[in-house]
């Protein structure tokens, strides 16, 4: 079985010190990040693992209070916001769609394009940068679990022979 030389796995290794940036992007999958985010918001949980503010017991929506209203829609959010706006009887998701993650090597963040004027009311109480995100534990969990999609690769680069 053929070996590489050590100057050329010492080569390797420079190429991998170069593409590795690269080859962590690429097998990280900005969906499920975005899911994890759906996740947290679905649960009633901010981006520090906090609760969301509780949906007032006293609110009522045409003749129904509201946070049992929301309950029976999502009964994940345990009484907390979850952010999911119902018009009539159908899921818009818009906020959930509008919601884009932006991927570096120590960071994950979030943005939305979502602004309809209600908006501002909520980010009066809970600010944006706490309904959109993950924690730090997820995001750790998340390259964790991305290291198998990118150790084949890296010990290709490695082993490879000119």
Do not use: C
Not at 19 to 30: A, C, D, F, R
Not at 96 to 105: A, D, E, M
């Amino acid at each position: 079985m053929p070996t590489i030389t050590a100057e050329q796995f010492l080569k390797n290794l420079k190429n991998l010190e170069k593409e590795y940036p690269k080859i962590i992007k690429e097998g990280l999958n900005i969906n499920e990040i975005r899911n994890l985010n759906k996740d947290n918001l679905m649960h009633g949980k901010t981006s520090d693992g906090g609760n969301m503010p509780p949906y007032s017991p006293r609110y009522r929506k045409g003749g129904i209070f509201y946070k049992s209203y929301k309950m029976r829609s999502n009964p994940l959010n345990r009484g907390r916001w979850d952010l999911k706006h119902w018009w009539g009887k159908k899921y818009d998701g818009a906020f959930y769609r509008s919601i884009k993650p932006r991927i570096t090597l120590q960071k994950v963040t979030f943005s939305t394009t979502y602004k309809p004027s209600y908006m501002k009311d909520i980010y009066a109480i809970i600010s944006k940068r706490k309904i959109l995100g993950i924690t730090k534990k997820q995001w750790y969990d998340y390259q964790k679990e991305n290291i198998n999609r990118v150790q084949p690769k890296a010990l290709s680069i490695i082993n490879k022979r000119s």
